[in-house]
């Protein structure tokens, strides 16, 4: 079909991984774009053509979940490696990471005042985390088998979750209680989110199955099945009036939430696609899949009224062909190809503003584990390089800076100032700091152990105290409750002093 002015557009592509894209994420300033891969890194492409994007090394094992803070200063990833690392999006490349869970992380998510932080993780828990504390609060944990997603509510109050267990479960926050549960379900969950408005939860599942609940009334509202394989990932249009979906058909659908159908399907990856996501302000979103490669997408459909879209968007779909001369008596069969309630736009993918951006690295090698990682950029001189091992080796860490040329007079003169040495210290090998480094960063995790084991200790000895003190109250009552009648039992065997007189 002709596409019109409210059809989506591909925008840009990205390519820089070399793996499954596995998730997404616009920041709030409408000038980054962030995705995760099974290649361990994290990207964040700047929009502006022909600026540069930062690849964020770190994570042991493949990425699964990225999230923007509300502010934008940070972005969160979750990953296969049990930690979760909070990244600056800039070409300093600072992150603190902390070991989260004790099985793969599958998603992170701020809240909207960016003050918590929720993990979900193949451990079967739901955790929550302080962000400027960078500490544990509490954690989530009637999941009977992995858990892959969780999200809070736009007012902070609810954290929806979905798992292989074949649930949706709602928690209060503030009571860590599980307070619904959805088990209107046949398979795995593998996503779930709220409205803007709050009101609404939706789940996608591996059977290629949509569903949305009203909060409100807890009734399913709307189910969808218009995908032929699973649902990896959806997302919802600020407005509330649309909804995106990746499935591993290698489409990505559009629906129209208000008439409750499908209205556009794209075809731009090439296998399935894993994650998609709409951009703060709706007006951008982006898609991601096995392809390695990312997707930009001018939404364009939200542009006119409402109303207007819907009308022309019908006359473009009406599924019924003009009256055929077989449809009236005598009547007989005859052969209607079902025509599609669908608009199919199979772009081409192509990059339509720039060549591929200039990568730069900028964090700790694949191999490291350490709790804070040191820029590495890719083009910089061999004084600035100088420099950023010498940092590095302040803290205690190792960076790994490439060759490269140029000048570098103003970092040689920071490196006098700062009594940092480009050198390595005197009687100190490669491999005696890299044991050293691995000392620490075994420390660092056995403290972060001892810590959750003591915080468990207490709540089982306050448990343990609390049930003594029951049993012994109980003891208590159940001695005097004896004492009494053989009390009266004496009194009637010795009898009463004038008959002993």
Known sequence: MASVLEDPVLERHFKGHKDTITCTDFNPNKKQLASGSVDKTLMIWNLAPKARAFRFVGHQDAITGVHFSPSGSLVATSSKDRTVRLWTPNIKGESKVFKAHTAAVRSVHFSRDGHRLATASDDKTVKVWSVPRQCFLSSLSQH?????????????????????????????????????????????????????????????????????WDLRTNKLIQHYKVHSASVNSFSIHPSDNFLISGSSDSTVKILDLLEGRLIYTLHGHKGPVMT?????????????????????????????????????????????????????????????????????????????????????????????????????????????????????????????????????????????????????????????????????????????????????????????????????????ELEQNRAGPRRTESRDASGSPDDSS
Not at 184 to 199: C, H, K, Q, R
Not at 356 to 369: H, K, L, N, Y
Not at 389 to 405: D, H, I, K, V, Y
């Open 144 to 212: 009977t088998n992995w858990v892959r997603c969780a999200r809070f509510s736009p007012d902070g109050r609810l954290i929806a979750s979905c798992g292989d267990d074949r649930t949706v479960r709602l928690w209060d926050t503030s009571t860590k209680n599980c307070i619904n549960c959805f088990t209107d379900y046949g398979a795995a969950e593998t996503f779930v989110d709220f409205n803007s408005s709050g009101t609404c939860v939706a789940s996608s599942g591996v059977d290629s199955s949509l569903k949305i």
């Open 276 to 476: 998609v996501a709409f951009s703060r302000a709706g007006d951008l979103f982006a898609s991601g899949g096995t392809d390695a490669q990312v997707l930009m997408w001018r939404t364009n459909f939200d542009r006119r009224n409402y109303r207007d879209v819907l009308l022309q968007h019908s006359r473009r779909t009406t599924p019924d062909p003009p009256p055929h001369p077989g449809d009236f008596p005598p009547r007989v069969p005859h052969l209607h190809h079902p025509l599609p309630s669908d608009i199919q736009i199979c772009p081409s993918v192509a990059n339509t503003l720039a060549t591929d951006p200039q990568v730069i690295e900028v964090g700790q090698p694949a191999d490291s584990t350490t709790t804070h990682s040191t820029p590495t950029l890719a083009a910089a001189d061999t004084s600035a390089q100088r420099h950023v091992a010498a940092a590095a080796r302040a803290e205690g860490w190792r960076a790994a800076a490439p060759t490269g040329g140029g000048s570098g007079r103003r970092e040689e003169e920071e490196d006098e100032e700062s009594g940092w040495s480009a050198e390595p210290p005197e009687g100190r090998s490669a491999d005696l700091e890299l044991t050293l480094r691995h000392i620490v960063e075994q420390l660092d995790i056995l403290t972060q152990t001892v810590s959750v084991l003591e915080e468990r200790l207490t709540l089982t000895e306050d448990k343990l105290k609390e049930c003594l003190h029951h049993q012994a109250h109980m003891a208590r």
